[in-house]
């Protein structure tokens, strides 16, 4: 029972027959290798043979040794997707180097079978110098098969420790992210249908334990809209869940807002105290990301209250040590 609890609050699918919206988000809990989750991923070693397998541990997604060249350690989601395709990740980086190629990446309209694997991949090097990237390419099917549909190079176009990278898929437009600012964008009409998953990149031995993922939500399906709307032009104040949540020290927000004004997002402990003020001062429309750091906060239940003008939203967030 407590192990049902547990995966019901970190690794919940939601299926709604009315919108047609399908949910998946994970913080990494379990110790696995390869990644299985109670068997909703399939494994680049387990089944498509020629790539490798995604493991986890102390809530870190990340590789395993690889031998081949562009053999990237995968995991694609079991089941059947809607088409339009949205996945959000956090990234972990430590030790970022220019001596191996460092990517996390985001599947969609994916498919993996024995010595095949077709769908599209956003990857996003963990670097922050110029030799930084975001990329957009398309598996054709056999290892080392793939199609470059969109390269952006410098270092605004890397990540690190505890950005949040966005792929999105509406239509035949592709999409990536990074903290919420579009970074590269492509159109491609080869996949109509597959799933969303995640991957790193081949030939990091020894470093796959420096980088990876420590969330990860997926949504397809319903109206689409929210993966389309550009985040420099929202259309209404929010405030966004943390992520990842439950998180262990570091966690990120996300708001928006439709015009300028003085805003506030400030952080309260289980008692009502403040413990800490991340945004006060005037902003500007559009949309942003904060991070939180509990590492001096007492474990439980915290609270972020963001407040423009007559506008309060509030999240709640389980910090949990």
Aim: glycine share 10%.
């Amino acid at each position: 029972m407590i192990f049902f609890l547990q995966k019901l609050l970190l690794c919940l699918i939601f299926l709604s027959v009315a919108g047609f919206s399908q949910t998946y988000t994970t913080n990494f809990d379990s110790t696995q290798n390869p990644i299985s989750e109670g068997g909703v991923w399939l494994n680049g070693k387990t089944v498509g043979l020629d790539w490798y397998d995604i493991a986890t541990s102390s809530g870190i997604a990340h590789g395993t040794n690889t031998v081949a060249t562009y053999s990237d350690p995968t995991a694609i989601l079991k089941g059947t997707w809607s088409a339009d395709q949205t996945a959000q990740a956090t990234v972990y980086s430590v030790n970022p180097t220019n001596s191996v190629y460092q990517e996390v990446e985001l599947r969609l309209r994916s498919t993996m079978t024995a010595h095949s694997s077709r769908g599209y991949e956003v990857f996003f090097r963990c670097l922050k110098t110029a030799e930084a990237y975001t990329q957009i390419v398309k598996w054709n099917g056999a290892l080392a098969d793939f199609t470059y549909i969109a390269s952006n190079t410098g270092a605004q176009y890397g990540v690190a420790n505890g950005d949040v990278v966005k792929a999105t898929i509406v239509g035949n437009v592709i999409t990536a992210y990074i903290n919420g600012v579009l970074k590269a964008q492509a159109t491609d009409n080869t996949y109509s249908t597959g799933n969303p998953g995640i991957g790193f990149n081949y030939g990091c031995n020894g470093t796959y334990n420096d980088f990876g993922f420590t969330s990860y939500t997926v949504t397809a399906g319903g109206t689409g809209n929210d993966a389309n709307l550009l985040p420099a032009s929202p259309r209404r104040f929010s405030l966004s869940q943390n992520s990842p949540n439950p998180f262990h020290s570091e966690t990120a927000l996300w708001y928006e807002l439709p015009w300028q004004g003085y805003v506030t997002l400030k952080v309260y402990d289980m008692l009502g105290r403040e413990v800490a003020t991340l945004v006060n001062e005037q902003k500007n429309a559009g949309s942003y990301t904060v991070r939180f750091d509990g590492l001096k906060v007492t474990s439980g239940i915290c609270t972020a209250r963001l407040t423009a003008g007559k506008f309060v939203q509030t999240r709640r967030m389980l910090l949990l040590k």
